[in-house]
């Protein structure tokens, strides 16, 4: 079995390809240590130089210690994280190469395939954020600006030029956590040092296919090929929206149409790419996917849950109170409570204050006209202070008497006033008073005093019923945020408006600091990961927006994101056969809201390259009751390996829900998930907490975009009852496994004596 297998030290292929890449990352590292080492000698050179004396000597130090700083400071902050990408090429058709070491050929020679569909590959090279050369200036990593890495970003399987395969690796500091593969060819068997070209992820079924015996099965691989190639490729100033059911491969469509958009336009792109994923489950996902892009603050990827900066939600709302917060109805009513939150608390009543020597006083009938007024207007709430100040002090102003003694003097009646003004503004009586009555909200504290159902009653009347007011109000008054809140707070913020934030100083680098260097030397460069932290704190739109599974984005979440790219070009994938919002139409007219009038163009993917036949023909029976007349797309191969299903009559099913995932990690190399109704995931993590981190707990609604090598999906009813769109969710759960798939019933699915739960059965 394979999990034995590994208890005696036998590594699957994928600890074996990460044990590859991680030998290669410290080499790298080495070499990188020695360079590092060259410069501190030169700048320890530089600095002996400058006690000669001499004005020669002086200059000569100045300038070599500014060329030995910058390429220090270079190399000190590109230093982590820094190894992104691998390619595998054929032998090109010329034996050039260029200044990088790499050969500058781009279409392979014309005897590289051989007849029988074999090959050698003729090159590797790495990719990574500054080029590497070995001691012989052999390249152990290219620039990715440097032509030889262009391929990386630039191939598809219908133009694979002489990429074989595609890696990305994904490491943190020194350390390779993982590789994902892509085939450009997967019709070519490769061979790499006398072995076959071994191949990771969604690459390995490509692979399968690719290479089966069929003339049919060839086919299909150029279809699935043809089809995401357009989809990469398609022109960007518009709304590309991409639609396909499960296991075709949406979302490395989109994360490699981003790759692809911004290598071919950098400039255009400056303004960063936003890839909003539903779950930080999927976001992880996500970052191993996409081929880096090698700049830093380029791309964004974010969890719904934490799309405003500072939030991190992870918790779900059940279906009902999800339903209230994620409906347009929530504008009106967060419109309503930023205006009764301004007189929470103790707002005072009356403003007295002395000017002109005399006691002037607005009582509550006046102020509350004034706060009328000044709420006319259509700004920010917050940003309304200076025109409720100004109401304030004209009807101070008016009660002087002071507007008609000058009439025929306007200039000195503008000096008065302005005398006036400063007088008042500067009582400690009138801040204190303006700090009260028109206080600085923030979308945390709204929120908070949306929590007292009474009040939020009056702020909901004729919008949320009686019960959904009672639903919301309780779950405000919870310790953390739900995703769903992260989207009014967002709102909130439109509708409050806050000033800006004042920047973060930087802190300076010691190099900065050397005596005599302040006119020659620059300001240190920002790392990698602090250039990136800034940007993504700054920025608030972006120049491209890639949504995933856009189908489970309520009304609320679109708007939330349409601000983000007002002005972008957009990159929309979706199946709607897979949503988890139960008001479709609602969401689809937000949608077009926040999508605007750009051009659409609309892509349709059809085959199904994830799941065996036997597992999608399982997952169609589903679908023909969430969607009638809804067509599941084409499984492509079959494995002869039939869903297992297993009843539990009576008790707990936590034993059998272990038992069941001991038995799928003995039958496959990678990762087991065990789905659940969403109330259930804490309890299913700890049933299955000793069985290490091959095995995944998680809630229906966190299985969107994930796939497993094996699933087991406990008890389909809980699933399908959780919400009215249950169905749809029970069908993207049956829908996550790569090989093999276990059902596991309770009472409550009513199984039959071979343990098929009702649902299932034809």
Known sequence: MAAQEADRGVDTIRDREIGTEQDHLDQVYRRLEEKIHEAEFLMNDAAQRGQVGTPGALAERDAQVFRAGIHLNRLNNEYEDFLFGRIDLLYGKDGKKGPDGAYTSVEPADDAVRPDGTADIGETLHIGRIGVLDSDYAPLVIDWRAPAAAPFYRSTPVEPGRVVRRRVIRSRGRKVLGVEDDLMRPELKARLGGEELAVIGDGALMAALGQARSHSMRDIVSSIQAEQDLVIRAPAASVTYVEGGPGTGKTAVALHRAAYLLYQDRRRYAGGILIVSPTPLLVAYTEGVLPSLGEEGQVAIRAVGSLVDGVEATAYDEPAVARVKGSSRMRTVLRKAVRGALELGDAPERLRVVAFGRRLELEAEELNRIRHAALGGTAPVNLL???????????????????????????LAAELRSSFDEDVTTEDSFLAF?????????????????????????????????????????????????????????????LLGAPARPRRKRELDPLDQLTGLEELMPVREESQRERAERLAQERTEYAHVIVDEAQDLTPMQWRMVGRRGRHATWTVVGDPAQSSWSVPDEAAEARDEALGSRPRRRFELTVNYRNPAEIAELAAKVLALAMPGMEAPRAVRSTGVEPRFVAVRDGDPAEAVREEARRLLDRVDGTVGVVVAMNRREQAARWLADLGDRVVALGSLEAKGLEYDATVVVSPAEIADESPAGLRVLYVALTRATQQLTVLSGRRDDPDARGVPDLLRD
């Open 385 to 411: 202070r200076p025109r409720a100040r100004k109401l304030l002090l004209d009807a101070l102003y008016a009660k002087t008497g002071a507007g008609s003694r000058h009439p025929g003097d306007p200039e």
């Open 434 to 494: 303006l700090d009260a009555w028109w206080p600085e909200l923030t979308p945390r504290r709204v929120l908070e005093a949306m929590a007292d159902e009474k009040r939020l009653g009056r702020w909901a009347r004729r919008v949320l019923n009686q019960g959904e007011v009672r639903r919301l109000a309780r779950s405000l008054r919870r310790d953390g945020l739900s995703v769903h809140d992260v989207a009014l707070l967002d709102e909130l913020q439109t």
